[in-house]
């Protein structure tokens, strides 16, 4: 059912897949810290926008790009200066 | 029986399974589900979805994200799939496939758009089309475990036929006065349909979804722009952004 991107282009749950491959913890239940703007969220809640190969997280306050996440052919590039921390509660 | 209500933080890298065709149903026209038999399976939660990966002769490879229909509770794995125009992966899954094929699946992924009976109500579910299959799978749950939560499933699809699992919801219903099922009807309604004919709106959702002071958990499930629309118009009738949980699946900006 969340097929749809005849373009290629990944959408939300796929984008959970690229993240749960450089996770071992469940990431979209994980609490985020936007340093922009100092709010936290759980990243399941996150609008993920899909971009060519990956997907790009924003905050869902202030719209600050809190994490962009690639695959690439030599692997996994994770950019995370938008977010303070993550936190994965066990 | 015992059963784990709640698993434990997924510790473990995803990795790809081979899962076997076992059954196929056809849903409506656009829609078919698959049973699969799953080797490995470790079981998952209603509302997570699993990523599938088709692999062609030439080793072209292409990767899909599915939600899982089936409740936890199920010896088979359901997906339903609708049929996406041009849509290479759905194309395959909705009628050219057939039982005993394979392919590779990984799962199940996704913690946060999930509720279990233990998470309990009162359960308020709004699907537009085909978004209405994660929220099936925690109805089914429901079922299975004689869950009492009040339960309402506000449903859009544009007709009838388009409808899918409209038979076991109906019948889910009729069997559990504290589920209640909600149609709309986009485009097409039937002679004499007494129910919804419209888009979901401010008016509608304050009809049928429960009042904020109840708390409700919410489960939002459709394309964008209905994700979009419906979680908006909740915040505007007074529910915590926090509370509304939403899966959005199609094109999705940027």
Partial sequence: ?90 | MMVIETAPVAARRLGWLLAEVREILVETPRVTSLLLHVAGWQGHRAGQHVDIRLTAEDGYQAQRSYSVASPPEDDLLALTVERVENGEVSQYLVGHVSAGDQFQLRGPIGGYFVWTAATGGPLCLVAGGSGIVPLMAMLRHRDRRSSRAPTVLVYSSRSLEDVIYRDELDAMASRDPRMRVVNTLTRKQPEGWMGYGRRIDRALLAETCFPPEQNPKIYVCGPTPFVESVSRLLVELGHNTRAVKTERFGPSGA
């Fill in chain 1, 1 to 90: 059912m969340i097929d749809n991107s005849s373009s290629g282009v990944l959408d939300g749950n796929a984008a959970a897949g690229l993240l749960q491959e450089i996770f071992v913890l469940d990431v979209t239940t994980a609490q985020i810290e936007c340093a922009a703007c100092g709010s936290t969220w759980v990243v399941g809640s996150l609008r993920l926008y899909a971009i060519q190969m990956g997907a790009i997280l924003r905050c869902n306050h202030c719209d600050g790009v809190v994490m962009k996440a690639v695959r690439t052919p030599h692997g996994h590039w994770l950019e995370m200066t938008g977010a303070r921390n993550l936190i994965f509660q066990v």
